[in-house]
């Protein structure tokens, strides 16, 4: 892997697991556009929240004036940068907070973890951002699994929820996505930068043609052993140099997803919307398609707008960011206009 930059250009060879060789090479975006530069310039406050007995690494951009709150959720093994060219797209209309789930990005590891755990994150999140009023959540892929947990918990302190490409299985196609993981595996170590930078790709798979958004991301997702290991566990990896992910692999030792989330999504009184990309979910091992994921939305929660965006994969904010924003801010008036959001 190479990241040299000239005047904004990346000469890259980007592999993301193989996925990029399935898009032409002249649809691959291999340097940093201006939007994209901009965007980093527009640079959060980074912040250290609290949590039992340990922190919690949070993203905040805060206007000068009071404005409408929201709390961007990650997904699984992902973290608060992957919202750092998101946010400024819609800022100073909004205050908006980005946080890392316990065990991922920059927070603190815990001695344990679970789906209510995770929930509580997100709530301190809320709680200690400083939002002018009650904030929504908008949550990607495993964090709209948490976000449904959380919004159940605590809805009376969230506005709303957008979940986006994520949806609750009804018990038929119900799985537990961490039960076969065997427990006690360390996390992968490289001895550079660049041999971690090669070995990174996204989960699920797909291509994206912003690879420079996939590069930003993938230079984040690494730690530096020999300036962070303190944060590591003595039986799970090594102290000293080399370069790691930014997770702890013990998350999903005994994660239980648990079979009652259709049910919790089902009677969620806070008001919720849902955002997929079209080309997500298109083949599925269980066969929970798009089609029947669209009509168990509909017929379950007829009050609650599914729409697509056009062009993306599970990864939207990657694929198609301007209209990740776009949906954003589109469905934040709604609700403003609803009366769901105050100031």
């Not at 901009?38 to 640079?43: K, N, P, T, V």
């Not at 920059?106 to 904030?135: C, H, N």
């Not at 660049?194 to 798979?205: A, Q, T, V, Y």
Request: aromatic share 12%.
């Amino acid at each position: 892997f190479t990241n040299v930059r000239r005047s904004g250009r990346f000469n890259m060879t980007l592999k993301n697991g193989g996925q990029q060789e399935l898009l032409p090479a002249r649809e691959r975006i291999d340097f940093e556009p201006s939007w994209f530069q901009e965007a980093l310039s527009c640079a959060p406050t980074a912040n250290r929240i609290a949590f039992r007995g340990k922190h919690l690494h949070t993203r905040n951009w805060k206007p000068e004036q009071p404005a409408p709150g929201i709390v961007f959720v990650h997904g699984n093994g992902a973290h608060a940068r992957w919202f750092d060219f998101i946010a400024p797209l819609l800022f100073p209309s909004y205050h908006m907070v980005a946080l890392d789930f316990p065990g991922m990005g920059d927070s603190d590891w815990l001695p344990e973890y679970s789906r209510e755990i995770m929930a509580e994150a997100l709530i301190e999140t809320v709680r200690q951002s400083g939002f002018a009023s009650k904030p929504v959540v908008v949550a990607h892929s495993f964090g709209g699994m948490i976000s449904v947990i959380a919004t159940e918990l605590y809805g009376a302190e969230i506005a709303a929820t957008l979940i986006c490409d994520y949806v609750t299985s009804p018990p038929e196609y119900h799985t537990e996505w961490y039960a076969d993981r065997a427990a006690g595996i360390p996390t992968r170590q490289y001895e550079s930068h660049d041999e971690g930078m090669d070995r990174f790709r996204l989960l699920p798979e797909q291509p994206c043609e912003n690879e420079f958004i996939v590069n930003y991301i993938a230079k984040h997702s690494l730690r530096d052993l020999s300036v962070e290991s303190e944060i590591l566990r003595d039986d799970r990896q090594g102290k000293g140099t080399g370069w790691t992910w930014k997770f702890d692999s013990a998350i999903y030792d005994d994660f239980v997803v648990g079979s009652d989330l259709a049910e919790k999504f089902i009677n969620i009184q806070t008001p919720m919307a849902m955002m997929f990309g079209s080309l997500s979910h298109e083949s599925d091992d269980r066969n929970f398609t798009k089609p029947k994921i669209i009509d168990f939305v509909r017929c379950q929660r007829p009050d609650v707008p599914f729409y697509e965006i056009p062009g993306a994969h599970h990864h939207i904010m990657l694929d198609r960011p301007h209209a990740f924003a776009a949906a954003v801010a589109a469905q934040m008036e709604q609700w403003r206009a609803a009366g769901h959001i105050k100031l």
